[in-house]
């Protein structure tokens, strides 16, 4: 297939999911509502009257204040994530550096939680967001000065950094827990399994928006990074402030992940999979792939946020634990291929 | 030819690498459309001399000047116009197509160059250095030799009036080899300067118009290829006897060891 089929082949499927999954996600649950009725209450929001548009109040609340902000919070976080996983792999010049797998979501959970125990009441949802933030800064510079040697990460040095930055911050959480009182720590407890459910508008906005800024900066980058696959010094040779460039993407990655992280919890995983299948079917080069990234993580989240909801009746799944269920076979299966093909871990 | 001007100044280059000597009391000039081979035993520095003198390298003492400015006051992507770099290690982290790495060697030039210039420099560079046949497939999948020409491709497409190709023959094979070389002449033919490290000391004489024969980290010899290759000094320097021939009425030396 030409280059040009595979874009517009993967473009069509990115559509097709994420429009299913977001009229799915809007008529399914304890309510049903008609796939008219959400195109009829989004037109009106838009000044459109039709006759579509739905006369119970009921549903007209169900829609936004509900589900709307939940689809689009999967979005932003999905997006966020998967984007925030493709910069990382460039960085690491390893298509298996991923924020859950290193640990830098673990870093941003430990602030999050250090914030909720603090009193997110006094904080209020942006401090939230910006203790993850520090924490999942703190995370990826520790990640990133232990195991990179020579431009390069080797995938045994890597993994094992991700089990130590793991370990110590939830080493760090379970301290939070334990000294928390008795209301924080059931809300951390919640808050860790992840969900996307009781998304509020103002923690919508203010994920999507730090989404939106880190996801056009790393298109900014694109070009960059690409350069940076040749290795450090060729990248340096063609012209890359290779130093700068890394500083820019630690923050980068650090406040995408944060910015994910601070209202849904731990959803690992996205950041491997989604860029490593866009990479099998468009190549490596970083504007689309970060794109197609950021369209397919979204996509993604609000289907398995669908799934989560409706896989056992009557009860909700944590969807971090879906994503590791998913994500986890497939990292083996990734792991599996890396060593066979180099004969070893390295 | 007698245009040529110094593009590249190094005076007093001293490095040092834990309290060792890597270089020592190097002066060098690099001349426009000229090819200049450094050459000598392994661990004497060629690799190092080429690094301070592209400007990855600051050295401990010394002066390296890029047409007349010291190397490191220059930004990454002026520098990136002035001067390319074929490096020994060439891996690439992800499975791009050949296509896409000879075309990032266009970027120092993005937004300022014409895109009939970049597409003429990309499609120089794949005739020059035979890949045609490669441009569809995936960097990762290619032999060493295939991946050396491609990433010689990628060097030739940033056009720059200096030129370093660091062991550019190490992975080819014998046609291969001589391709390069002589490729390397057409670059200087064209007035751009470049910089050659090869271990192959005929094909060094046979196709650089000066070489520097380094020792430990001094320059023995700087000259032409008929100056500096003497069988007393190869002998010297390497540890090794040697015979040098000259085949016919050329000037060029060919250097063999003794063997019984």
Do not use: C
């Not at chain 1, 992940?257 to 731990?266: K, M, Q, S, Y």
């Not at chain 1, 504007?287 to 989240?301: D, H, M, N, T």
């Not at chain 2, 790495?101 to 120092?108: D, F, H, K, T």
């Amino acid at each position: 297939m030409s280059p040009r089929i595979r874009a517009l082949a993967l473009t069509l499927l990115l559509a097709g999911v994420l429009v299913g999954g977001i009229v799915l996600s809007a008529i399914t649950g304890q309510l049903p509502i008609t796939p008219t009725e959400v195109a009829g209450s989004l037109l009106r929001a838009m000044g459109i009257d039709t006759a579509w548009a739905p006369t119970d109040p009921i549903v007209e609340s169900t829609l936004w204040v509900v589900r709307f902000p939940r689809i689009v919070m999967g979005l932003a976080v999905g997006a966020a994530l998967a984007v925030a996983g493709a910069v990382m792999q460039a960085v690491f010049g390893n298509p298996l550096a991923e924020p859950g797998v290193v640990g830098v979501s673990s870093g941003a959970a430990l602030g999050a939680s250090a914030a909720i125990a603090l009193g997110a009441s006094v904080l209020g949802g942006p401090g939230v967001a910006l203790f993850a933030f520090i924490g999942g800064l703190l995370a990826t510079l520790l990640v990133y000065a232990v195991a990179r040697a020579g431009g390069r990460t080797e995938v045994v040095t890597l993994l094992l950094t991700g089990i130590a930055v793991n370990a110590i911050a939830q080493a760090g959480i379970a301290f939070v827990l334990f000294a928390a009182d008795t209301a924080s720590r059931e809300q951390i407890v919640f808050w860790q399994l992840g969900s996307l459910g009781g998304s509020r508008w103002d923690q919508v906005a203010l994920v999507a928006a730090v989404a939106a800024v880190g996801i056009a900066i790393s298109l900014v980058l694109a070009r960059r990074y690409d350069l940076l696959a040749l290795g450090e010094r060729n990248a340096r040779h063609l012209g890359v402030d290779v130093e700068r460039l890394r500083l820019v993407s630690i923050v980068l990655v650090a406040l995408l992940t944060g910015a994910a992280v601070a209202f849904v919890g731990i959803i690992a995983f996205v950041g491997l999979v989604v860029p490593h299948l866009i990479r099998m079917i468009i190549g490596p080069a970083h504007r689309g792939l970060i794109l197609a990234s950021a369209v397919g993580g979204g996509a993604l989240l609000v289907v398995a946020d669908l799934l989560t909801r409706t896989l056992v009746a009557g009860a909700e799944l944590p969807i971090g634990m879906l994503t590791s269920l998913v994500g986890g076979p497939f990292f083996f299966w990734l792991l599996y291929r890396q060593r066979r093909r180099s004969g070893g871990w390295a | 030819m007698s245009t040529s001007s110094v593009v590249i100044a190094a005076r007093g280059v001293e490095v040092r690498r834990d309290d060792r000597e890597i270089l020592a009391a190097v002066d060098l000039d690099v001349l426009s459309g000229e090819v200049l081979a450094l050459v000598g035993p392994n661990g004497a520095g060629k690799s190092t001399l080429l690094s301070v003198l592209s400007g990855d390298l600051r050295p401990n003492e010394g002066t390296v000047e890029v047409m007349g400015r010291a190397v490191h006051t220059y930004r990454a992507l002026e520098l990136a116009r002035r001067r390319a770099v074929l490096s020994q290690a060439n891996t690439v982290s992800f499975p791009f197509r050949v296509i896409e790495i000879v075309q990032m060697g266009r970027s120092p030039w993005m937004r300022s160059a014409e895109l009939a210039d970049d597409q003429r420099a990309v499609t120089e560079a794949i005739e020059a250095t035979d890949i045609t046949h490669l441009l569809g497939r995936r960097f990762t999948s290619l032999s060493g030799g295939e991946q050396a020409r491609v990433s010689l491709a990628r060097v030739l497409a940033q056009t720059t009036p200096i030129v370093f190709l660091d062991e550019p023959t190490a992975a080819l094979d014998l046609r291969h080899q001589e391709d390069v070389m002589r490729l390397a002449r057409r670059l200087a033919a064209d007035g751009r300067a470049v910089v050659v490290v090869v271990h192959d000391l005929s094909l060094a004489g046979a196709y650089a118009d000066r070489i520097a024969l380094l020792d430990h980290g001094r320059l023995d010899a700087v000259g032409t290829p008929h100056e500096v290759m003497t069988a007393d000094r190869v002998g010297r320097v390497y540890g090794l006897d040697v015979q040098i021939h000259r085949l016919g009425a050329s000037d060029r030396p060919i250097v063999l060891p003794l063997r019984d």
